[in-house]
């Protein structure tokens, strides 16, 4: 995982974390997370729980791998993970752990996901589709959030 990613400044990305699926040879499901934190508090919890997840990774069945990545003056983050599947995918939010964690923040955070098949596993198409969703306003976001930027449209 040489390439640069595209991402503005602004934008931290964590080091790509493979799973045991590390050299899918056909079509992968890509699946993009953005959430908007509504605290710095809220933000960082949420980050250090990312974090803790994404030890798992190594041994979650389908996951070919995932990056983990912040815009912490907005309050966002999120991950652009790799799977063999979209039933691995889905298998991953079912996992108990991962459903506990999404129960506990229901209602304190908005999430938006972007996702999609892909042909191959190509990293810079990954990044490419993945930055309109980094680089672009939180689509969720609502009038008066500290995280809106000004004149953005928050439909």
């Known amino acids: 995982m040489t390439a640069t990613p595209p991402f503005s400044e602004g ?3 964590m080091p790509w974390k493979p799973g045991p699926s590390v ?3 056909g079509t ?3 699946s993009v997370t953005d959430f908007l934190a509504t605290s710095e508090k809220d933000v960082q919890q949420i980050y250090r729980e990312g974090l803790e997840l994404g030890e ?3 041994v979650l069945q389908g996951a070919v791998g995932v990056w983990l990545w912040g815009r912490p003056a907005q309050l966002r983050g999120g991950s652009i993970s790799v799977w063999d599947s979209e039933r691995d995918m889905r298998r991953f939010v ?3 752990v991962h459903a506990r964690i999404m129960r506990a923040w229901r209602g304190r955070v908005r999430v ?3 996702s999609w098949q892909a042909g191959r596993f190509d990293i810079e198409g990954v990044w490419a589709r993945a930055g309109r ?3 672009g306003p939180h689509r969720r976001a609502r009038r008066g959030d500290a995280s809106a930027s000004p004149g953005e449209d928050r439909r």
Request: charged fraction near 20%; hydrophobic fraction near 50%; charge should be negative.
């Open 94 to 96: 079912r996992w108990p």
């Open 112 to 114: 938006v996901t972007d």
């Open 56 to 58: 798992t990774w190594p």
């Open 23 to 25: 050299d899918p040879a």
């Open 11 to 13: 934008t931290v990305l």
């Open 28 to 30: 992968v499901f890509v």
């Open 133 to 135: 969703t980094i680089d």
